[in-house]
Nanobody
Framework: QVQLVESGGGLVQAGGSLRLSCAAS????????MGWFRQAPGKEREFVAQ????????TYADSLMGRFTISRDNAKNTVHLQMNNLEPEDTAIYYC????????????WGQGTQVTVSS
């Protein structure tokens, strides 16, 4: 089974940028989409962005489109999330996830990486 490991989180000032990475070990055979989600303390997990592994088409949460960019490198089995003009409201644990072609929901998850944006 695919294992996902996130990296790139940290502390950044408002207006700054971070680039998150998600490395998929074990290959990506059978993966339809990979995406990013986030969860702030006391709030539900929310969708951030996703990319189709084949073709590379992307979708974003409406509120984040224009500031965040998702990309993938099929050869390296890696997906990235470039986050620009960060706001304190972006503070959350960011999770990488993958959806298999045979299921409807995302069912493979990484451990998450903390992003903290100071004002």
């Amino acid at each position: 089974q695919v294992q996902l490991v996130e990296s790139g989180g940290g502390l950044v000032q408002a207006g700054g940028s971070l680039r998150l990475s998600c490395a998929a070990s074990g290959g990506t055979f059978g993966i339809a989409n990979m995406g990013w989600f986030r969860q702030a303390p006391g709030k539900e997990r929310e969708f951030v962005a996703q990319v189709r592994w084949s073709g590379g088409s992307t979708t974003y949460a409406d509120s984040l489109m224009g500031r965040f960019t998702i990309s993938r490198d099929n050869a390296k089995n890696t997906v990235h999330l470039q986050m620009n003009n960060l706001e304190p409201e972006d503070t959350a644990i960011y999770y990488c996830a993958a959806r298999r072609v045979t299921v409807v929901q995302y069912d493979i998850w990484g451990q998450g990486t903390q992003v903290t944006v100071s004002s």
